[in-house]
Each structure stands twice: as C-alpha cells, then as structure tokens.
C-alpha cells in the first residue's frame, strides 16, 4: 500500500492568511493526489483532483502542486468558511490511500 | 446534478453482516468506479474497496476476507456487505463517485451513514 503523510496534523491560522498543506507519498504517485475538504458532520468535498487542477465551483483561492512524491495545497486569503479538515489521496493504485488529514482552526 | 444516497440498518450486531445500499440520482451508473469508504468517530478516511459497472471489484486487502461488493444498474444502486463485524467496524460509511478515467478522483459523495455494531 502506498503511505500518505500529511503535515502538520493541525494549525491555527487567522482569517486572510495564507496556510500551506503538505502531503508525501511513500513512493512515486505521478499526479495522481487530490485533495479534499471536510467540514464537521459532512461528507469530504472535492477541491484538486490531479495535483493541481481545481475542481469546478471551488475558489480560485485554493490551488495545488507537487509531482512525484511531494505535494501542497495552498490557500491564498483564509476565509471563515475555509475551517475544515483536508485530507489528500493518492489514486496512483489500490488500495486507495488518504492522508490523516490537516485541520485548520481559527487562531 | 449526480447525486447519491446510502441506506441501510444503522445498527449490526457482531458477528453479523453490514448491508449497505448507495442508490444514485441525477445521472447514470454506467462508465464510473462506485467506491465505499468509511470514517471511524474522530479518525480518518479508509477506503473500504471500488466496483466498476461491469462487476470488476477493487478491495482492500485489509477487509478483502470480509467485503462483497455488487451492482445493480437497472436501479441504479449498488451495495457493500461486511460479515462478521466487532466494534472496530462502527463508523460513518460513504459511497462515493470515481471517475474512470484520468485523475480517477472521488468527485461525489452521499452524505454518510453511521453504523453501529453493538448487541
């Protein structure tokens, strides 16, 4: 199975900061890391599929990197409704894997 | 607007069997991965296994001894059955959406279903 590592497992950031996300595959992935938002009690969100390509209605805000093993997902002004839990997944091979995810709190 | 619901009991006792149905609304079943993943209170997401509108099945190898997965695409629907749960199967599960070709990404989701194994 492929190992996804997220860092840091938590952060507290304030509204119009920029917060950085990242993500490491225990072997190479290609492209093929998204990444996804989570808010308490709801069904994850899709918000870059492929490493960088923004998924239709997601903010422009939100942007994605990396190739290979290293990934980031970048938001550019935090706004209030940005507090959530991301988590990446390769979809590289089965079994798919996720990260442990990243919450984001309000500083 | 695809849209997808599970269903099923919300409690199993152990050593029982987990039936859960993820019905599909808004677009066809045909041409995508129907995917089942799981989130235990307070933990991360684990993928419990994929099946293709073919019947191919992807599982993983953590639940394989325990996990069928089928669908049925004149209702549009497709199912997962866990057998011989314990507590450790409790969780919110999730039927999801992948695209079957190019970022192979889980683009829709039903809003969860918690179960609960408990006697």
């Known amino acids: 199975d492929i190992q996804m590592t997220q860092s840091p497992s938590s952060l507290s950031a304030s509204v119009g900061d920029r917060v950085t996300i990242t993500c490491r595959a225990s072997?190479?992935?290609?492209?093929?890391l998204n990444w996804y938002q989570q808010k308490s009690g709801k069904a994850p969100k899709l918000l870059i599929y492929?490493?960088?390509s923004l998924q239709s209605g997601v903010p422009s805000r939100f942007s994605g990197s990396g190739s290979g093993t290293d990934f980031t997902l970048t938001i550019t002004s935090l706004q209030p409704e940005d507090f959530a839990t991301y988590y990446c997944?390769?979809?590289?091979?089965?079994?798919?894997?996720f990260g442990q995810g990243t919450k984001v709190e309000i500083k | 607007q695809v849209q997808l619901q599970e269903s099923g009991p919300g409690l199993v006792k152990p050593s029982e069997t987990l039936s859960l149905t993820c019905t599909v609304s808004?677009?066809?079943?045909?041409?995508?991965?129907w995917s089942w993943i799981r989130q235990p209170a307070g933990k991360g997401l684990e993928w419990i296994g994929r099946?293709?509108?073919?019947?191919?099945?992807n599982y993983n190898p953590s639940l394989k001894s325990r996990v069928t997965m089928s669908v049925n695409t004149s209702k549009n629907q497709f199912s997962l059955n866990l057998t011989s749960v314990t507590a450790a199967d409790s969780a919110v599960y999730y039927c999801?959406?992948?695209?079957?070709?190019?970022?192979?990404?889980?683009?829709?989701w039903g809003p969860g279903m918690l179960v609960t194994v408990s006697s």
């Open positions: 999801a959406r992948e695209a079957a070709v190019a970022g192979r990404y889980l683009d829709y």
């Open positions: 808004g677009g066809s079943i045909s041409s995508y991965f």
């Open positions: 099946i293709y509108t073919s019947g191919i099945t």
């Open positions: 072997q190479s992935i290609n492209n093929y």
């Open positions: 492929s490493a960088s």
């Open positions: 997944q390769q979809s590289y091979s089965t079994p798919r894997t």
